[in-house]
């Protein structure tokens, strides 16, 4: 079910009466219709993935009581493993199955041996990514002894099946989310109305400027051998707003749904466009996923400590592996690695730690300085972004070589609402520049004191969705195919 | 609550548009319980008004329906109505993929009901959300938002008459070539559309509805555009054992008869009805 559709706008007051009127007076039966919920919410796509859910719920769940029993060392570690296997084992069948079988038959036979193995057919089942890396977060954290392993079944089944954040995160952590669960909600008018907000404003990100822009991205990336360099240009910026829309649109409104429940999630993205630097821009962007790898990879493989070449093998492979999560394709583990080249100078320097609080934090405008490294930040993105869009390496080398022409000069030939796109886009980066320091961008405006400006401000918002919402069919969002 | 109210009214407002602007020619069909004969097609039908109402037929075509929407009026049709035989448009861009996506399918909704076989929605659900909710709950139906912007552009500026005289048009070629690349992007045939011509013979068998499939009259200059392309339904229809009476290059030479390119105006549409009386010896 996607957050941006007629289904889910029935869904979700009916959930939240069943959840606030019905069954208030119990916390299990709470968890329970949350769990229905979010099979019911999942089980829209396909119902069969829900027996993936199902099982890894399960088998974590077994496994992190197990662990609370069991002293020996070897015995833990093996449960751990079971875990990490299942939930891995999933993932690489449905995600990487036939990119392993199509590069292995390649390298084969470029050593001039044929082998016949045939890649299948596989539904990759929506936000597979998501779930299994929260599943896994418990099953560690329970082996770390960080974490009490639960034995209510339905509340662990609620932390892993919980639909605001189920299909594209933020990929809670089990040491934040599943306490939420065992504790009383109370309702409360307020968080309701922030949450309300929040979705509304997640909504603007993706129906107004994520499908807006991704017209247009589509329009450029797949026919670019036709455009001239300055139309690529703009192509790959209307690809970093659409992503960037589409993703932090879909993380508003699943943080937003969650306060309407009681819940608190976790931030997973902190206006990432302004930041100075690319080490600030990782610490921005897609925050929970960043935080994952840091925490269960790239400590234990010693992080930043020890040799430089250790630092770079560490920085290498968390940035590579975290390419490879969005997707089984060369351009993803390019658009890692060219990240992590970005990132080792800072690093190497220590300077990484350098831009920490927001940016121009008492001021109105950044300074000179500030805004030529947020302009720099924002094209080094944009330029990595070119590898996570493109179909292939050929297609993105062939992107990147067409920028770098005469054309570059030329003024290009777009439809008039690729300028309408354009205005859009400057008037969301002005909201978001003014609303830098709250948790969302119109979080908290001055004009929500008086009601007649507040509530004309909403429904502008609302009336903008409507008339320049993309009104071609639902665009997906891009991370459920991760 | 007064928040609320304000979303309600403006919904409210949405409805009244819509309803007038975009749902009308799907509301209060005059149609007799006693008519045998329907014309189904999409606005290349218009011009024959009713003009063939005396003949106990009923033009019952809406510009841009595709089969899907056909098939939803035949449903209802047998239904409510005697009818005995259809005059099914079997033109060259058909089954094209325009004519899948560009189509009336969230308002020929109106003519199922929860008992209906319907070929697109799969369940009772889909039916309620298609026929209620996006009907009034419009600012979900993304189709809308054209309808409505196109309401607030009138209030300030008065849309251009577009003229009715193909004859005395400048630019034909440009304009036949415009409307041929929209109608015939692409070189693939609707899949979807051809298997809901299967659907709609099946049950005019199954009902003894007799299919007269036609092709209707085009102007020279965009025959020439379209230049022999064609999606096929007058082949898929022969298939399926319906004959399809071809009347493409009647007025070829008859500009007069054309409001523009692809389209008859009145007098072609008198002229058009005529001749199928003769032909088809209605």
Known sequence: MFFNSIDFAIFLPIVFFLYWFVFSKSIKWQNILIVVASYVFYGWWDWRFLSLILFSTIIDYVVGIKLKKEEDHTKRLILLWISIGVNIGFLGFFKYYNFFIDNFTTAFSFFGKDIAANSLNIILPVGISFYTFQTLSYSIDVYRKKLEPTHDFIAFSAFVSFFPQLVAGPIERATHLLPQFYKKRYFKYHNAVLGLRQILWGLFKKIVIADNCAKFSNMIFNNSSEYPGSALILGAIFFAFQIYGDFSGYSDIAIGTSRLFGFDLMKNFAYPYFSRDIAEFWRRWHISLSTWFRDYLYIPLGGSKGSTARKVRNTFIIFIVSGFWHGANWTFIAWGALNAIYFLPLLLMNRNRKNIGTVAENSLFPSVREFISIMITFSLTTFAWIFFRATSLNHALGYIKGIFTKSVIEIPDLPKKALITLILILLFVMIEWFGRNKEFAIANMKIYKYRIPKWMFYYSIIIIIYIWGNNSDNIEFIYFQF | ?282
Not at chain 2, 128 to 134: A, D, P, Q, R
Not at chain 2, 166 to 178: G, I, L, P, T, V
Request: charged share 30%; with cysteine.
């Open chain 2, 1 to 282: 609550m007064f928040f609320t109210l304000g979303l309600i009214l403006i919904n409210v407002a949405l409805i009244l548009i819509v309803e007038k602007y975009y749902n009308k020619p799907y509301n209060n069909i005059p149609i007799n319980d006693q008519d045998e004969i329907f014309i189904l097609a999409d606005s290349h039908g218009l011009p024959l008004k009713q003009n063939l109402r005396e003949s106990g037929i009923y033009n019952f075509a809406i510009g841009s329906d595709s089969y899907f929407d056909i098939y939803r009026k035949i449903v209802y049709l047998i239904k409510y109505t005697n009818m005995n035989k259809i005059i099914i448009t079997a033109d060259d861009h058909t089954l094209s993929i325009y004519r899948e996506n560009s189509n009336n399918i969230d308002r020929s909704v109106k003519f199922i009901d929860y008992n209906d076989n319907d070929f697109l929605l799969e369940n009772n659900y889909s039916l309620m959300k298609e026929k209620y909710l996006k009907r009034y709950l419009p600012i979900f139906n993304t189709k809308t938002t054209g309808i409505v912007e196109g309401f607030f552009r009138s209030m300030f500026k008065k849309p251009k008459v577009r003229s009715l005289d193909w004859d005395s048009f400048e630019n034909k070629k440009k304009a036949s070539k415009a409307r041929a690349k929209l109608q015939f992007k692409g070189t693939n045939s609707s899949e979807r559309l051809k298997s809901c011509i299967k659907e709609i013979v099946n049950l005019c068998k199954l009902q003894n509805i007799k299919i007269i499939a036609i092709k209707y009259p085009l102007s020279k200059d965009y025959l020439t555009e379209v230049n022999g392309r064609n999606f096929g339904a007058d082949e898929y229809f022969a298939e399926l054992g319906i004959k399809t009476y071809d009347f493409t290059k009647i007025y070829i030479n008859n500009d007069e008869y054309f409001a523009n390119q692809d389209h008859l105006n009145d007098l072609g549409g008198k002229k058009f009805a005529d001749e199928l009386k003769k032909r088809l010896n209605l």
